[in-house]
């Protein structure tokens, strides 16, 4: 069985960075694709980014794209996102999402899930 557990969020201010880390096991991590997605209070959960190993394939939501970089580490069997400019707007929990198969950003494609880290950020 997949697991999947986060870490690195916080408070922090405006303009400031963040590293979330996404530590799997269970599985083949490689054989995975990997997703962040994230949910504000009164929202739907939304994609943020996503990670396809065997189709080097690594997409990123408009919203953060050119502040967030998604990476993973296959041999740490680690996914990352690395959060550079973060805006008030970025406040939310963010997730880790698995799923075995090709890329989507569809959440509901995901079939293991984090428990989710709070990441909030200050006007």
């Known amino acids: 069985q997949v697991q999947l557990v986060e870490s690195g969020g916080g408070l922090v201010q405006a303009g400031g960075t963040l590293r979330l880390s996404c530590a799997f096991s269970?599985?083949?991590?490689?054989?995975?694709?990997m997703g962040w997605f994230r949910q504000a209070p009164g929202k739907e959960r939304e994609f943020v980014a996503a990670?396809?190993?065997?189709?080097?394939?690594?997409g990123h939501a408009d919203s953060v794209k050119g502040r967030f970089t998604a990476s993973r580490d296959n041999a740490k069997n680690t996914l990352y996102l690395q959060m550079n400019s973060l805006k008030p707007e970025d406040t939310a929990v963010y997730y880790c999402?698995?799923?075995?198969?090709?890329?989507?950003?569809?959440?509901?494609?995901?079939?293991?899930w984090g428990q989710g880290t709070q990441v909030t950020v200050s006007s």
């Open positions: 999402a698995a799923r075995r198969g090709t890329y989507t950003i569809a959440p509901e494609e995901y079939g293991y």
């Open positions: 269970g599985r083949t991590f490689s054989d995975y694709t």
């Open positions: 990670s396809t190993w065997f189709s080097g394939t690594t």
